[in-house]
């Protein structure tokens, strides 16, 4: 290999020539020598206080040579030292594939990324392929990062509140249940999403794009609640308690399961409810947008748990239990929803009236037929035989979420 | 019997990490090793010569000092090995690009900012180069000096950067730092890029060493010189480590790049032939 030459010019060492020597290195072998050319009067001082420091060799040329070389740099033994032994953070097939276990010492690496052995090894307790993963992770967040809505601009807040005071308090009843459902489905994949390793990083955006879709539901029903001036109504001990079972389960799956399959599908009728029934346009609004979100949140559990438990033949009977578990746990708490079960009522009846009542009640019962034919119906598409998803439909929670 | 016992001397935090880092490689290596860590080199030298430590990760100067406390003492001291960054390096004396001064003459009667006053690279080595080209430091400039950790030998980079800020800022005619520091110093923001310019630069010398005294048992001193030379950068465990002393390879000591500032040590007066310190400003 004849000796390669970089031209630096005016450029100095003190400005970022050390870049342009550096290009000219990387197809040298370590011995082989690159010539240096340049104008910069502080060359020779600066490339050999380099090479020291870069273990490169370095030999000044003639001060007067004609050709202008000012030295040559020797490609150092070391040089590259990085990448000796750094193993791509990939799947056995060498591709940008997933890998069934993600190694700890990849880290924070990029998935395909050269990894330099002897760094930090942090624990991500979610580092299993088939406890977390579905190919719809990527069609599921580009949804999402395509449907974020500002609400302060999707939402018209100008839009004047004219619900009779039994009816608006009623709002504000269901606008703080709703908040504090919010909450959990905001935490609670919060908590996992630092558990996942980064090698997973669909499931990463997905769950981080959700909690940001909880967060902008959180203001939307605040803000929704504070419309009147009125002040927020009672949060009950058993609802709390409810959620805190979400909060409490330590299984990636289960807590999908129930916060997401039971939960959230839940929600989606809910607020299909609101969507039509709702005595204002504005919260009428707000129930379109958010159950835009809650539907994606719920398709994304749907796809990991159906891969889920086509793999793992124990997680059925493990998702039953847990439901089974959290009905336990429930049964002596009280007050969960007799409140907020009024509240739709008349939300759906827009008037304090015999007859307005009468057509919110009937439209509750709808509402509920319509939340016991959604749960049985995901329960199937997880597997579930029918008498199966009946069970499991009957216990889940009197709470909605 | 206690453990070789390496003596080393804390202008940093990371010294704790480096020899931690080592102390357990050398363990795993079979070879009993601990180190003590000193507040300056003044002490850590004294203390070699008691025997308090059988080795030592000396500055130049203190290189300069231990042998000439050993040679007071009958003894002899010896260099066993230098990192590869040690070798070979320059001190400069940088003016402002644009400035009027085309020689050292023409700093006669201007200032010249320098490091700590015990500071080997940018305080000792060009001000005795300076003055080996006619320009005297007691008479013909005023120093300008910026004693960071003052004991430490210059170590911590702080007085050298604080030299060049106030060649920048123009309270300096020039300023005295390594030469590879200017290329940091660009990096870092802290001068542009062709705002300065090399006015002269002292000849090649030598930086850090591993000292051992005699009567240091040879089969240990030869083991430990063999692990440091078998360090290898291509090893995972033991790179970042070299990297955060700032070698990739350790090197056979030597004492030939000392003479220089042996030279400027008795020039400009800093310690006596016996290793007793004379300068003022420096410690004790
Ligand atoms: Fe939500
Ligand atoms: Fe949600």
């Known amino acids: 290999m004849s000796t390669a030459v970089v031209d630096l010019g005016p450029l100095g060492l003190d400005g970022g020539a050390h870049v342009l020597v550096n290009l000219a290195l990387a197809d040298r072998s370590a011995g082989e020598r690159v010539a240096v050319r340049g104008e910069h009067p502080a060359l020779p001082v600066h490339l050999a206080a380099w090479c020291r420091q870069q273990g490169h060799g370095w030999r000044t040329g003639d001060p007067g040579d004609p050709s202008g070389v000012v030295g040559w740099v020797e490609r150092g033994a070391t040089t590259g030292a990085r990448w000796r032994g750094a193993a791509r953070a990939v799947g056995d097939d060498g591709s940008d594939g997933i890998a069934p276990a993600a190694v700890s010492e990849w880290g924070l690496a990029a998935r395909g990324a050269a990894v330099e052995p002897g760094g930090p090894t942090p624990r991500f307790r979610l580092d299993r392929r088939d406890d977390l993963w579905t190919d719809r992770a990527t069609a599921l967040y580009a949804q999402a990062a395509a449907g974020q809505w500002d609400p302060a601009t999707v939402i018209d807040w100008t839009v004047p509140i004219a619900n009779p005071p039994e009816v608006e308090a009623a709002v504000v009843t269901v606008m703080t249940f709703l908040i504090e459902n919010e909450e959990a489905a905001l935490v609670v994949p919060a908590r996992f999403l630092g558990q996942v390793h980064p090698h997973f990083r669909e499931i990463q955006q997905v769950l981080a794009v959700t909690v940001a879709d909880e967060a902008r539901h959180v203001e939307v029903f605040t803000r929704r609640a504070r419309c009147s001036g009125r002040p927020l109504a009672l949060s009950t001990a ?134 016991a034919d959604g749960r049985r119906g995901r329960l199937a598409r997880l597997g579930f035989s029918m008498a199966e998803a009946e069970t499991i439909a009957d216990l889940h929670t009197r709470n909605f979420m | 019997m206690r453990p070789f016992t390496l003596g080393a001397v804390a202008y940093d935090p990371k010294v704790v990490t480096i020899w931690e880092g080592f102390g357990n490689w050398f363990g795993e290596q079979g070879f009993d090793f601990d180190y003590v860590l000193y507040s300056g080199y003044e002490a850590q030298a004294e203390a070699h010569l008691t025997g308090h430590v059988d080795v030592t990760w000396d500055s130049p100067l203190a290189w300069v000092r231990t042998r000439r406390l050993a040679a007071a003492a009958g003894r002899t001291a010896r260099s066993i090995a230098m990192r590869d960054t040690d070798q070979d390096l320059t001190s400069v004396v940088l003016v402002r690009a644009d400035a009027d001064i085309a020689d050292v003459g023409a700093l006669r009667g201007g200032t010249v900012a320098v490091g700590a006053v015990d500071s080997p690279q940018a305080t000792l080595l060009p001000l005795a180069h300076l003055a080996g080209l006619g320009l005297d430091p007691d008479s013909d400039v005023t120093v300008l000096r910026h004693d960071v950790m003052v004991t430490k030998h210059g170590d911590h980079i702080g007085g050298e950067r604080d030299a060049v800020v106030a060649l920048v800022e123009g309270r300096a005619d020039a300023a005295c730092i390594i030469d590879g520091n200017q290329l940091l110093f660009a990096r870092e923001g802290t001068v542009d890029a062709d705002a300065l310019r090399i006015l002269t630069r002292t000849a090649p010398y030598d930086h850090c060493t591993m000292t051992v005294l005699d009567g240091t048992e040879s089969g240990v001193v030869d083991r430990f010189i063999e692990l440091l030379l078998g360090m290898s950068f291509d090893d995972p465990e033991v790179r970042p480590l070299l990297e955060l002393e700032g070698l990739r390879e350790w090197r056979p000591g030597r004492t030939s790049g000392y003479d220089q500032l042996e030279a400027a040590v008795d020039r400009l007066g800093f310690y006596g032939p016996d290793g007793r310190i004379l300068a003022a400003g420096a410690p004790r």
């Open chain 1, 238 to 371: 058993g609802g709390r308690a409810s959620l805190q079972t979400l909060l409490d389960e330590p299984d990636y799956a289960t807590a999908a399961f129930l916060l997401s399959v039971m939960g959230e599908g839940t929600f989606v009728s809910l607020l299909s409810f609101l969507e039509q029934h709702a005595p204002d346009p504005l919260t009428r609004q707000i129930a379109t947008r958010t159950r835009a979100d809650e539907a994606r949140h719920v398709a994304f559990a749907m796809a990991h748990l159906e891969r889920h438990a086509t793999l793992d033949p124990d997680l059925r009977p493990r998702l039953a239990r847990a439901v089974e578990a959290r009905h336990r746990a429930l049964q002596h708490t009280s007050g969960l929803n007799e409140d907020v079960f009024d509240a739709l009522v008349l939300l759906a009846a827009g008037a304090a009236t015999p007859g307005a009542v009468r057509r919110g009640w009937d439209r509750v019962q709808e509402l509920q037929r319509d939340m």
